[in-house]
């Protein structure tokens, strides 16, 4: 995942939720801390990027989800990641 900061304040990811739905329609929800065991402080431009992993059912699905953050005036906001699809290592989209 790359994250970046398009704002014009500096802000810290908190908390994350996911929601991940395989091929069969079965969904799970995540909710946590931070990413990958941190809480980056981003400033206006600055990027930040991880990678990831979750267990499937099946070979592919997908997942979408948010980012609850905080300025560094002390508003919270929410920043919602779209959509995407989950492949299995050797499968493709056609």
């Excluded at 990811?13 to 799970?28: N, S």
């Amino acid at each position: 995942m790359r994250l970046r900061n398009t704002g014009s304040r500096a802000a810290q990811l908190i908390a994350r939720h996911w929601v991940i739905m395989d091929d069969t329609g079965h969904t799970e929800e995540v909710r946590g801390l931070g990413v990958v065991g941190q809480q980056p402080l981003l400033r206006p431009g600055e990027v930040f990027e991880y990678s990831s992993w979750t267990r499937l059912r099946t070979p592919s699905g997908s997942m979408r989800g948010s980012y609850l953050c905080v300025a560094e005036d002390g508003t919270q906001f929410d920043a919602p990641i779209p959509e995407f699809a989950l492949l299995a290592p050797g499968l493709s989209l056609h």
